[in-house]
């Protein structure tokens, strides 16, 4: 099992009503990418303010790199980075094999 894990910060400018339409953009991916075999994310809850001003995380699940690797170049997950890009300031993505 392959995890990849996303960290957005939103640009200022980004408002909760985007953020919404991001978050539901992004959880339609699984429907559209058979590749993905689990999906969770939200907003951060963490008190150890660590976050570096990162508000949302998701972690996906894949079975292997190819899968993960099929889902980075699948056209739906590419509209939807377009579809991202103005709102983010920065992100952050790690992938790790479950132990």
Sequence with gaps: ML???VLLRFTAATTPS???EIS???AALPAR???IQSFAGGPDCSPE???QGF???WLLSFADAAARDGYLH???HLDFVS???PFVDDVLVSDFHAS
Aim: glycine residues 12%; proline residues 4%.
């Design 18 to 20: 985007d953020i919404a």
């Design 74 to 76: 699948h056209p739906a």
């Design 24 to 26: 539901q953009r992004f």
């Design 83 to 85: 579809f991202l890009k």
């Design 55 to 57: 508000t949302h995380g």
């Design 3 to 5: 995890h990849h894990v």
């Design 33 to 35: 990418i058979a590749g």
């Design 49 to 51: 303010g660590l976050q």
